[in-house]
Nanobody, 116 residues
Framework: QVQLVESGGGLVQAGGSLRLSCAASGKIFSIKAMGWYRQAPGKQRELVAAITSGGSTNYADSVKGRFTIARDNTKNTVYLQMNSLKSEDTAVYYC??????????WGQGTQVTVSS
C-alpha cells in the first residue's frame, strides 16, 4: 500500500497559477508511475498528467503547454505546476500511484476552482 497526501488546491482567477503537491509514503518502491487526475461535477475522472519511474511524462491535450508534472525523489513527492488556468480546469484533482498488475492507490483529492 502507498499513502498519498495532496495539497495546494484553492481558488484562483483565470490566467493564474497553482502548484499541487502529492507526498507518497509506504511501499513507494512499488510505484511504477504517478499521475494527476481530475473530476469535474457531472463528468468522468480524467487523466491530466503522469510521470513514470523512468521520468517519462504524458499530458492530456487540454493541458499541454500549461501544466507540468515533476517529481522530487528525495521527498517522494510529485508536483503539478498549473499555469494559465482556465475555468474549465475547475475540478477535484486526485493524485494516483500505479503499482502495476492493475493496482492503484489514490489520494483524497484537492479542490481547484478557477474563477472567470
Amino acid at each position: 500500500q502507498v499513502q498519498l497526501v495532496e495539497s495546494g488546491g484553492g481558488l484562483v482567477q483565470a490566467g493564474g497559477s497553482l502548484r499541487l503537491s502529492c507526498a507518497a509514503s509506504g511501499k513507494i518502491f512499488s510505484i511504477k508511475a504517478m499521475g494527476w487526475y481530475r473530476q469535474a461535477p457531472g463528468k468522468q475522472r480524467e487523466l491530466v498528467a503522469a510521470i513514470t519511474s523512468g521520468g517519462s511524462t504524458n499530458y492530456a491535450d487540454s493541458v499541454k503547454g500549461r501544466f507540468t508534472i515533476a517529481r522530487d525523489n528525495t521527498k517522494n513527492t510529485v508536483y503539478l505546476q498549473m499555469n494559465s488556468l482556465k475555468s474549465e480546469d475547475t475540478a477535484v484533482y486526485y493524485c494516483n500511484a500505479a503499482l502495476g498488475m492493475g493496482y492503484d492507490n489514490w489520494g483524497q483529492g484537492t479542490q481547484v476552482t478557477v474563477s472567470s
